[in-house]
């Protein structure tokens, strides 16, 4: 190889690889799409959010999109679980995608011939009140996916007439539209998180979130009270508050935390502090901006001045500097 040709491959940046829930059409695929830097990289389609992250862990991806939180019906236990147990993880980034759902049949299909529908088990009650007035007479088969109940009309492993699927999916692939927005809830959203190995966080913004999993020390009356108020007593707002069982003994809980702020942020680093001190063990998953990109706000007395002001006050105290009159 020439010294040019190795110099003008070397000036090729390497594309980089993202692993998501697949196959084509998801809603992770959707949120994948709102990260600019994703744009005309590999997108790797896996199975479940564990290969997805065993994908970044082993360096077979440089990040995974994994969905975490859906405004319906809560936290995705199985991200949680996963982000509080694989080590090596950083949240870098959030995403919000609104939950869509339509119905679709194999081409040619007919909304009034529909009598089995196929659908994901949270998908269909989500759509439940639109099938009950709209379809009094049908009949539920359980599908894997949204995306797979809509590929077993297409590949023939599925006896059903249509399918709950999201949007997306007609992008892909030749599906009958049946009805559109037949989702009970309109509001509803999913949140997902982008996940690398660790690297530096973000710089903050003013808009952001400090994701963690805390575990509490033991069980006592007034342990979980502790350990909120190391938010509480430095002016921090919970965004989420989640409990998953450690899974060693009943009544051990780790806790899920969206707190709103920055890990540079000196309340922030104060409350982190305050944690380590108190729980055995503090998971830093990341700080980094909020899909809504809204300004946090807090009390004037938790601003970083008033808490350099209150170190430097120690430090004096401690050198035996004179204090100063105010």
């Known amino acids: 190889m020439t010294s040019e040709v190795a110099s003008a491959e070397a000036s090729v940046p390497r594309r980089r690889t993202y692993s998501y829930l ?11 799409a709102q990260v600019p830097e994703a744009r005309g990289q590999e997108w790797r389609p896996v199975r479940n959010v564990g290969e997805a992250l065993a994908d970044v862990v082993e360096g077979r991806s440089d990040a995974a999109m994994i969905a975490i939180e859906n405004s319906v019906d ?35 299909a007919r909304l009034e011939d529909v009598s089995l529908i196929a659908a994901h088990p949270v998908a269909y009650a989500q759509c439940l009140q639109w099938l009950s007035e709209t379809l009094p007479a049908h009949a539920h088969v359980p599908a894997a996916s949204n995306v797979a109940s809509a590929m077993g009309l297409l590949d023939g492993s599925s006896d059903a007439d ?3 699927a999201p949007p997306g999916i007609l992008e892909h692939h030749e599906l009958e539209l049946l009805a559109s927005n037949i989702g009970d809830n309109p509001n509803a959203v999913t949140r997902f998180v982008l996940v690398s190995r660790t690297v530096v966080p973000p710089p903050p913004t003013g808009a952001d979130k400090t994701s963690l999993i805390v575990e509490l020390p033991d069980d006592h009356p007034g342990a979980l009270l502790e350990m909120l108020e190391q938010f509480a007593t430095r002016g921090i707002n919970l965004s989420l508050l989640a409990s998953r069982p450690i899974g060693d003994e009943l009544g ?9 702020g920055h890990l540079e942020d000196e309340r922030m680093a104060d409350a982190l502090m305050g944690l380590r001190r108190f729980s055995p063990r503090v998971t830093f998953l990341g700080s980094y901006p909020r899909a809504d990109r809204a300004v946090v706000r807090y009390p004037e007395r938790y601003a970083d001045d008033v808490f350099v002001e209150a170190r430097d006050w120690l430090r004096g105290l401690i050198s035996g500097e004179p204090e100063a009159q105010d």
Do not use: H, K, N, W
């Not at 697949?22 to 994948?32: D, I, K, N, R, V």
């Not at 051990?252 to 709103?260: G, K, L, N, S, T």
């Open 162 to 164: 249509a399918a709950i």
């Open 22 to 32: 697949g196959p084509a059409g998801t809603f992770t695929e959707a949120a994948l």
């Open 252 to 260: 051990r809980y780790r806790f899920v935390v969206d707190a709103d």
């Open 74 to 108: 809560g936290g995705v236990s199985t991200a949680q679980d996963a982000l509080a147990t694989v080590p090596g993880l950083r949240i870098v980034g959030e995403y919000l995608v609104p939950v869509e759902f339509v119905l679709v049949g194999r081409p040619g």
